[in-house]
């Protein structure tokens, strides 16, 4: 069973550039999440997908864009990477629209922006 | 503002000691509760959750939660750690503004052979 498989697992990025996060799972879920995790600051919501065709901000949304391309699959896009964005990314994906609080993780993105 | 917090940052215990991990909530009405383990390297996992009901909640891999509502905590115990426990757990809320998880920082358990 894969669950929620994310691409790329490490990436290191100059100031400036972009790059697109991948995220797809298999277990039929409606809504999808990226949240990325700093130390001290646990889980922060990026973005998120309740159901395909829609997607909202979460806690910390500014300097991403996200796109939910089908049910299966949510990506998260860096336009211009900031140091700041230096993060372990992760994808999750729930059945309820979170309503049960029970989320599927990925293995997360660890990400460098220099 | 709905909130948890997790005291302790990181926490030590000898293989085969008690474990206690705490969690204290900031919440109007009755809070849905959780907890997940994040081993190195790896996405995270649920361990229990508590939605209403008994305020014990026994969850996968020997754990378990007690709910005090009085205490506004939701501290999460196992009496006796294996050194596979050694990871990073977390303490959730769920919003009920957003209906997303407001997760805490996160506690480190270290365990001594």
């Known amino acids: 069973n894969a669950g929620v498989t994310q691409t790329p697992k490490f990436q290191v990025l100059k100031t400036g550039q972009s790059m697109t996060l991948q995220c797809a799972q298999d277990?039929?879920?409606?809504?999808m999440y990226w949240y990325r995790q700093d130390p001290g600051m646990g889980l922060r919501l990026i973005y998120y997908?309740?159901?395909?065709?829609?997607?909202d901000k979460g806690e910390v949304p500014n300097g991403y864009n996200v796109s939910r391309l089908n049910k299966r699959e949510f990506s998260l896009r860096l336009e211009s990477a900031a140091p700041s964005q230096t993060s372990v990314y992760f994808c999750?994906?729930?059945?309820?629209?979170?309503?049960?609080?029970?989320?599927?993780f990925g293995e997360g993105s660890r990400l460098t922006v220099l | 503002a709905q909130s948890v917090t997790q005291p302790d940052i990181h926490i030590t215990v000898s293989e085969g000691a008690s474990l206690e991990l705490r969690c204290n909530y900031s919440?109007?009405?009755?809070?849905?509760l959780f907890w997940y383990v994040q081993s190195p390297g790896q996405g995270l996992q649920l361990l229990l959750k508590?939605?209403?009901?008994?305020?014990l909640v026994q969850g996968i891999k020997g754990f378990e939660a007690e709910f005090k509502r009085s205490q506004s905590s939701f501290n999460l115990r196992k009496p006796s750690v294996h050194w596979s426990d050694a990871a990073e757990y977390f303490c959730?809320?769920?919003?009920?503004?957003?209906?997303?998880?407001?997760f805490g920082q996160g506690t480190t358990l270290q365990v001594k052979p």
């Open positions: 997908s309740a159901s395909e065709g829609t997607t």
């Open positions: 508590y939605f209403s009901g008994d305020t």
């Open positions: 277990m039929n879920h409606n809504s």
């Open positions: 919440y109007g009405a009755t809070p849905y």
């Open positions: 999750a994906s729930s059945e309820n629209r979170g309503r049960t609080g029970e989320l599927f």
């Open positions: 959730a809320v769920l919003s009920s503004n957003t209906g997303k998880l407001i």
